[in-house]
């Protein structure tokens, strides 16, 4: 396993800058004045991406479960309304000019939508040169037609179909790498992809996860993988976290927690999952449509009115995190006991590196 480690298991990393650091981060909206309706869309949240031999690093939930808009916050966008989003310490929010542009180059992201991206009345390869030029990434024309080339065929695009022409003039597939290359092209230190594929059919969305994969594996850049798609999120990540409601329902290392999940809610997403397999009852959980719509309760575990183990003590208490194997934690009372980890130290939750799994674990 990669990048994002896991878990307490006792060597903290003490005092180590990480590449990314979510640090009890909460994100509410509220709209009115007189009645203010709140949204809590990120209830401190707190993860950390490692520089050194990064992985791809899934943030997966329903719509409405907070993974957009942590997104966002990595990437600036938003502010947050407690708790600090870190870039190789220093506060996303507040960074001075020149660290700021460094920023921008350096953390790029791939949206759902490859269209929305483009200026439809420029050209690829004015679409291409803006960044080049904008951060001096080339000495020379020359050189920079040979980086836009290189970055073209690293995502499987061939540069004499793609250059010259204008992006409705490209598939959806060819939009959505061209997207890939152009961050490529920037020499990102991480990727935010948000739902990168959840707008390109079946037979590209290979395609696409194989450029990111081999932009993890081959250039080492770490990838924050966005989805509502276990699916995709198993096949490309190395580590997952699962969020309900803008908190994290467990979180650790992916085949783990696709295989053999442990929070009812990951339970819940994984059994909605038509895998290939015709001895698995699919759907044998039964889905809960919570009476409030399926917003959280007022105390409590956020799950409670969903969940199928709900006990008494879940409308009461907010669950801990529990240690439900070496590499992964539930926040849930079933595992009450459990070593637990206080919500304080969430934040070194993933500063060790997980230990090999048992199989099967
Ligand atoms: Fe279900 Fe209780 Fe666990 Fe929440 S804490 S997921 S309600 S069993």
């Not at 953390?107 to 040169?129: E, G, I, K, S, T």
């Not at 065929?153 to 022409?165: A, K, M």
């Not at 290939?276 to 889905?287: F, I, N």
């Not at 919570?290 to 709900?310: D, I, L, Q, S, T």
Request: glycine share 8%; aromatic share 8%.
């Amino acid at each position: 396993m990669r990048g994002l480690s896991s878990m307490s298991t006792g060597e903290w990393k003490a005092n180590m800058t990480h590449l990314l650091e979510f640090r009890n981060v909460s994100k509410i909206f509220s709209r009115g004045i007189v009645h203010k309706d709140v949204t809590v869309a990120v209830d401190d949240v707190s993860f950390s991406i490692e520089a050194e031999d990064p992985g791809i690093i899934s943030l997966a939930g329903e719509s409405g479960s907070g993974k957009t808009t942590l997104g966002l916050m990595v990437l600036g966008f938003l502010k947050t309304t407690e708790g600090d989003v870190l870039y190789k310490g220093n506060n996303v929010a507040h960074l001075p000019k020149q660290e700021k542009k460094n920023f921008r180059r350096e953390v790029q992201a791939v949206f759902q939508d490859p269209f929305a991206v483009y200026n439809p009345f420029y050209r690829v390869d004015h679409l291409m040169d803006v960044p080049m030029k904008k951060f001096n990434l080339a000495a020379s024309k020359t050189e920079g037609q040979e980086l836009i080339e290189k970055a073209l065929n690293t995502v499987g695009l061939r540069p004499q179909e793609i250059l010259g022409r204008f992006p409705h003039q490209l598939s959806g597939g060819q939009r959505q790498r061209l997207v890939v290359a152009r961050a490529l092209l920037l020499q990102p230190q991480l990727l935010v992809a948000d739902e990168p594929v959840s707008m390109v059919d079946a037979s590209l969305r290979a395609t696409i996860l194989k450029s990111l994969n081999s932009l993890n594996r081959d250039f080492g850049i770490p990838i924050l993988y966005i989805t509502h798609d276990l699916t995709t999120a198993y096949h490309i990540s190395d580590y997952i976290i699962i969020l309900y409601l803008g908190s994290v329902m467990e979180a650790g290392d992916v085949d783990s927690v696709i295989k053999n999940p442990q929070h009812p809610y990951t339970q819940l997403l994984v059994d909605s999952i038509p895998w290939p397999d015709l001895q698995r009852k699919w759907g044998e959980q039964e889905l809960i449509v919570p009476e409030n719509g399926g917003g959280a309760p007022k105390a409590g575990c956020k799950f409670a009115p969903r969940c199928p183990h709900v006990m008494s003590e879940c409308r009461q208490h907010i669950p801990s995190f529990y240690q439900v194997s070496a590499s992964r934690v539930a926040a849930c009372h079933l595992y009450k006991d459990a070593a637990m980890m206080p919500k304080k130290d969430l934040g070194t939750l993933f500063t060790t590196k997980p230990p090999s799994q048992p199989s099967g674990n």
